[in-house]
C-alpha cells in the first residue's frame, strides 16, 4: 500500500523538525521525507493521511515491560517491592495460563498502540501466546522467556530450553515485527554459573539479553542471601560485568543503583538502559542517574515496567516524568532537555531493542513506524516548540493515527485492526478468573 503522512510538523529526529511536510510510504517502508512544496506532484494520486493542524513523529518504544500484567493493574499497590511480589503478584502469577498471557498482551498491545507505542520489549512466560497477540494486533515486539533459576539447577534448565524453543519458533513472526531475546530475570534470581550459560546460549542464537539490573538498593544484599556471594564493596553491574555478562547486546532494565564506575563500565561495552522513572517511583526503588549516563554516552531508552507497577503503558508520561524528576533530583533544571527525552523515547528505545536500523526514526528506508497527533487541544496552543509540546503537554490520547510496518493500525482515533470492545471485555473476565483461582 502506498500513502502519504502529511503533518504540519514532521519529527524526522529529535532535532530535525520539518514544518509542513510529508512522509512517502510504499509497504512497509518510507520512500521520502520532505517538506510538502518539495515533494509536490510527484506522488499524485497516493492517499494522503494527516494534514494541517497534525505533527508526524516516529513510534515511540516502551524498552521494558510485562505486558500481559495488565491484568494485574491496580491489584495490589502501595507495598515494599519483596512484599508486593512474594504475597500479592508471584501467588497470582502461579495460576497464569497461556491463555491468560495472550489475553493480557493483547489487551497491552491496544493500550500500547492507542497511545502511540508501536514496539516495545516484553519480558514474562508463555511467550508463544504473547506473540500471537503482537502478531494480531500489528504491532512490533521484542519478546523473552523470563527466567527465574533461584539456583535450582532442574527449574533453571527448563526455563532455558523454554527460552531456546521460544528463540527458534518465534523469531520473524509476523512478517519480521517479533523478535526475540533471552530473558535472566535478575542477578537476585539467576545464579553466576546459571547467567554464563544463558550468556553463552543467547551468543550461540546471536540475539541479545533481557535482564533486570541493580533495581533496588538492596539487591547487592538479595545476592548473598541467596547465593552466599559476598560483593565485597563491587556493585551489582561490577559483578555482572565480571561474570563476562555485558556487552552491546544486553539490555539492562532498571539499573539505578550504580556508581560513575559502573556508568563507565555500561558504556564502555555498550550495554542499552531501559529507563522505567514511573515504576521506579511507585515502588519506592530510587532515581536512575540517567543525565551521567547521557553524559558518558550510554545508550538509554525509556520504559514503563508491568502495569501492576505503574499502572499504565504510557510513554508520554514516562517522557514527562523522566523529564523533570532528574531535574528536581539534581536542583538543576538544564540537566535533561526535551529533545534528550524525546530521542529516548524514539531512537533511543530503538537501539535498546537492537532494532535502529529499521526504526527510531522517520528516515528514508526505514520501516514506516509512524504516529500522527492532533495538535487542535486546548493543552497544545499556543504552539512556539513541537518538541516541548509533545514531551510536557501532550498526552497519549492525544495521538489520532498510528501506522506500523506500514499499515494503518489507528486511523483518527479508531482501531482498525482489533475490536476494541471484545478485547476490554474478555480482559475484565479473563482478570477475574484468574484472581478468583489464585485465592481459591
Ligand atoms: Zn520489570
Known sequence: MEFIVKGSFVVVRPDKI????????????????????ELKGKYSGYEIIGGKGKVVLPGLVNCHTHAAMTLLRGYADDMVLSEWLTQKIWPVEAHLKPEDIYVGTLLACLEMLKSGITAFADMYFYMDKAAKAVVESGIRAVISHGMIELGNAEKGERDLREAERIVRTCQGLGDGRVTTMF????PYTCSPEYLQKVKETAEKYDVGIHIHLAETKDEVEKIKNTFGIDLKGKGVIEYVDELGILDSSVLAAHVVWVSEKEIKILAERGVKVAHNPVSNLKLASGIAPIPQMLRN????????????SNNCLDIFEE???????HKAHSFDPTVTSAT???EMATIGGAKALFLDKDIGTLEVGKKADIVILDLKKPRLVPLHNIVSHLVYAAKCNDVCTVIVDGKI???NGEVKVLDENKVIELAQKT????????QT
Not at 19 to 31: G, L, P, T
Open 18 to 37: 520539518l514544518e509542513d511536510a510529508v512522509v512517502v510510504v510504499e509497504d512497509d517502508r518510507i520512500v521520502d521525507v520532505g517538506k510538502e512544496s
Open 183 to 186: 530473558g535472566p530475570h535478575a
Open 297 to 308: 554516552g550510554v545508550t538509554v531508552g525509556l520504559a514503563t515496567d508491568g502495569a501492576a
Open 319 to 325: 517522557m514527562k516524568v523522566s523529564a523533570i524528576i
Open 340 to 342: 534528550e527525552v524525546l
Open 409 to 411: 493500525l489507528m486511523e
Open 431 to 438: 482478570a477475574e478468573d484468574l484472581i478468583s483461582r489464585a
